[in-house]
Nanobody, 116 residues
Framework: QVRLVESGGGLVQPGGSLRLSCAAA????????MGWYRQAPGKERELVAT???????NYADSVKGRFTISRDNAKNTAYLQMNSLKPEDTAVYYC??????????WGQGTQVTVSS
């Protein structure tokens, strides 16, 4: 059983910052990829950023230069530092991990709302 616990979402004004955390707990092989996705109302879920064990990092064009993904392997935790937030960043943010055994797990999601 693997559980991903996300935290750090909330309401922030445009131009503000938030830091999301995703902690993986349970029994699993080591984590290969950790990532963040988001889904806005009426839209498809989309990739925000991923980080491999390499680490190789990938960002969606819409967040490049504003968001930073990182991971702490000792804590099985991923982070997403979000700066210069815009109203269009409003969405439910989901954490995803892929283990070395290629199992994929999702978190329950955390709401991020950017509004004045």
């Amino acid at each position: 059983q693997v559980r991903l616990v996300e935290s750090g979402g909330g309401l922030v004004q445009p131009g503000g910052s938030l830091r999301l955390s995703c902690a993986a707990a349970g029994t699993f092989f080591s984590i290969d990829v950790m990532g963040w996705y988001r889904q806005a109302p009426g839209k498809e879920r989309e990739l925000v950023a991923t980080i491999t064990s390499g680490p190789n990092i990938n960002y969606a064009d819409s967040v490049k230069g504003r968001f930073t993904i990182s991971r702490d392997n000792a804590k099985n935790t991923a982070y997403l530092q979000m700066n210069s937030l815009k109203p269009e960043d409003t969405a439910v943010y989901y954490c995803q991990i892929t283990t070395r055994a290629k199992y994929v797990y999702w978190g329950q999601g955390t709401q991020v709302t950017v509004s004045s």
